[in-house]
């Protein structure tokens, strides 16, 4: 069979400095620690985000002619990785530092890359994705947004939905039909920038089940924009949004959405926990040194230049599911889990509550549970 | 020769030789209580012994790296026992060519020793404690089987030869080579399902072209790539100061993955996989006997829990986020 092969990395000298210094920060910017959980799409906080712009821990493995630091992918885990587990509220550069700039960096003509890519740099830019459709969730590549070439400009029409911050974001990068579907359903299909706040998109707010606003869609009804808003080349959409969705699988915040669970978990049992309650800390703990390991070697083989299309959602796989298992395990820990009234009204409560209504959408965003199975499955030789 | 070209001569030459050897004839004989003497002796004369006490020569990732390979061949002999036993005590047992095996302590008694019957040398070991004692004067009391038929006698032991300490609690050793063991033999098994799946047709297709199925074997895979990452990490931890907490976590987590690449291979193999003819059974029965040797999942995961409660809430973190 083919070998899925995660490499033993250790981080280096530098790379542990440097969390050091997040640690530090983290400490001094307690003040913006106010979210009960570590998902990365509910805390939204530009103030936030531009102080982390000013250390230079966005867009940190660009080139600094971008406005990038030139640091390598474990640079960048290590500072992910931190603000995650503490918690930080990142959603507002997280998709542009994550997959939007890394799209552009890789697709985007010159002219894209020096207008969009300093800002977002400088935690004040702000990316949506233009993905699902009202009638297009797993199945893309059937999306019908359309962008007619017209002269100098394309005219763009169609619904993109399931947008996270369309209403405070700043650009969507939406995946669009820019000829008609033929049998190579494949073809035909381009990424084009939409500016949110100037080019006249409709945006409707979608309340979620857990009472946020972080989604929306986007309605686009002759929408004009110039012809050079096509990201790289037109038609190459779909070569694209799928290197792209391998960016987006393999990272921390694939399995750390509940790790704020954990942390008051263990302040919940003590110093001196029963048995069982140490045998489920055990067991959350062995799956993160795991994971952890997984996804930063997932980040040395993006580092060098390695293909990490079956190992990253092999890692989103299993951290999504681990991610849902966790605040199960966390439910049982009391005299009596959760009919305990000492639970009542305590932070860990809180945080349980805030990350199970969360948690429908770990196994969904980003690529379904089933979408991630068929990509292993391919990887395994089976289709 | 570099240290690259050493560890990949290592494989290559284990490799051949248990593929030669380890066919579904030799796991029946050896079930039936038959010490696989040939196999012993080319693996003696290869210097496969000697992993664990050639420390000049050989690393512990050399040393483990061969464990899982002895596990994707469910190669059936006390390999794991005799080799850390020969590293433990050089001076005894530089120059024997027997078996030396290892079991827990229990007063007068050496209990769940493989191959017991078989051994010239045991070495008795505590549970949580850094102290143990080689024998020379030893007698079988029970012969006993595990679940995959392989022998786990208790031994009746009279004085000890010599009794040392040891830096790294030697039942986290064996834990640990128990945990690369099964990293080994949950690949194989993941390769009999995805060889099963391929060649066996129904409906007019082969099952592997099944939705149900496609998904049963990306979940097997996702377990087994989880189990093989936990592994090299408990082994990359030898020397450190977080051994034990890295063996608890490798091996509470691949015993975690014995459960659900057992139950879903099985599965994948129907009936089939049920028979005493085929062989996957050979490897599961292995994976369900040895999750629970050394140290079950919950054992490890309540020491590693306990420790991290120590630690306390606000350096959960710092605890779990090594550099390696």
Known sequence: MPALQFDRIALDAETENLREKVREFVQENESHFEQPNSDFVTGHDPEFSRKLGEKGWIGMTWPAKYGGGERSNFNRLVVTEELLAAGAPVSAHWIADRQSGPLLLRFGTEEQRQKYLPGICRGESYFSIGMSEPDTGSDLASVRTSAILEGDNYRVNGTKIWTTDAHRNDYIICLVRTQPAEENRHAGLSQIIIDLKRDGAKVRPIKNMAGGEDFNEVVFEDVVVPKDRIVGESGNGWAQVTSELAYERSGPERFLSAFRVFVELVRFCGPDPTQYQATVIGRIASHIMTLRRMSISVAGMLESGKDVVVEAALVKELGNNFEKLLPELARAVGSDGFSDFSHDSDLFRRTFEDTMLLSPSFTLRGGTREILRGVIARGLGLR | ?324
Not at chain 2, 59 to 75: E, N, P, T
Not at chain 2, 116 to 144: P, T
Not at chain 2, 191 to 196: N, R, S
Request: with cysteine.
């Open chain 2, 1 to 324: 020769m570099d240290r690259s070209d050493l560890t990949s001569l290592i494989a290559d030459s284990a490799e051949k030789i248990l593929s030669d050897f380890c066919d579904k004839k030799l796991l029946d004989q050896s079930e039936a209580g038959v010490f696989a003497q040939e196999l012993w002796d080319e693996i003696r004369s290869n210097g496969f012994l000697d992993l664990g006490i050639l420390k000049e020569q050989y690393s512990s990732q050399d040393l483990f790296a061969f464990l899982k390979i002895c596990g994707r061949y469910a190669a059936p002999l006390p390999l794991a026992e005799t080799i850390l036993a020969r590293g433990w005590f050089p001076d005894a047992l530089l120059d024997e060519s027997g078996v030396a095996s290892i079991g827990v302590a229990d007063g007068l008694e050496v209990k769940r020793v493989a191959w017991g019957r078989s051994a010239e040398w045991l070495v008795a070991i505590n549970i949580e404690g850094s102290s143990l004692s080689l024998f020379r004067d030893f007698e079988v009391v029970e012969q006993k089987m595990n679940m995959a038929g392989e022998p786990s006698d208790t031994l009746k032991i009279g004085d000890p030869v010599s009794l040392i300490e040891l830096k790294e609690e030697p039942f986290a050793q064996m834990a640990l080579a128990k945990t690369n063991l099964l990293a080994g033999t949950l690949q194989s098994v993941l390769d009999l399902g995805l060889l099963f799946a391929t060649d066996r047709v129904q409906f007019g297709r082969s099952i592997s072209k099944f939705q149900a199925i496609q998904h049963s074997l990306a979940v097997v895979a996702a377990e087994v790539a989880a189990a093989q990452r936990a592994a090299d990490a408990a082994v990359d931890s030898i020397g450190s100061d977080r051994f034990i907490i890295e063996v608890a976590a490798g091996k509470a987590r691949v015993g975690e993955a014995v459960g659900i690449v057992a139950e879903q291979t099985h599965q994948i193999h129907g009936a089939m996989g049920f028979t005493h003819e085929h062989q996957l059974h050979h490897f599961t029965r292995r994976l369900w006997a040895w999750r629970d040797e050394w140290g079950s999942e919950s054992y490890w995961q309540r020491r590693l829990g306990e420790w991290l409660s120590r630690q306390g809430p606000d350096n959960l973190w710092a605890s779990l986020a090594t550099p390696g």
